[in-house]
């Protein structure tokens, strides 16, 4: 098999999921012992999250761009980046490899232009939800997203980096996203992109009244068909 490269980290729970959904899914095509050859790079959120100035954002890309070219250096033959919020600046990234990254939202683009959706909402950290660089992905593959509600991005970036990111899973946070969700129909959306690789642990992804995009596993899903040859 070819071998992929993954910026973890970000945080270490989202990376988890990464690891082991891509290692089932090429067990499961593969059959036996299979796993998947990966290269990871876990970067410190500490130094990574909460960033607002250009400054603090020109220093994510500088660690980011140094982990990818490790992981180009070790043979990575495709690299992801374990998370949404950190594809603002993938462009920056992108350029420093040779070697392809696997945009995120591209990958939830195609899957729901795939199944027809035309009218979304959105879910994930404030940066995501408000700023264009994530967005304009879903709307180039003909997804209409509803407007940020700002008392939605409050309380979903709250849950996010309050809980979800230190490992916890709350009742009032399952029971929040469930009334999110509930209202989002309401508003006119066809489908919700939980564009937060943690989300799913508070929001059964397979049990919902609206159909669910999880970005993570959109992306993992992609990155294991690549694997085994598929792209």
Known sequence: MRKLGIIGGMSWVSTRTYYETINTLVQR???GMASAPILLESLDFAELY????????DRAAEQLIAA????EQGGAGMILIAANS???IYDRVAEAVAVPVLHIAECVGQ???EKG???????GTRNVMTESFYRRRLVAHGVDLLPPDL???DEVDRIIYGELMLGKATRDAERALRTIITNKERDGAQAIVLACTELEMVVDVDANILPLFDSARIHCEA???WLLGKD
């Open 29 to 31: 095509a593969r059959g």
């Open 50 to 57: 909460g960033l607002t100035s250009n400054e603090e954002w």
């Open 68 to 71: 990818a070219r490790r992981l």
């Open 86 to 88: 950190m594809h603002k």
């Open 111 to 113: 899957r729901m232009a």
């Open 117 to 123: 959706v035309k009218t979304a909402a959105l879910l």
């Open 151 to 153: 008392d939605v991005v």
């Open 223 to 225: 990155a294991a068909q």
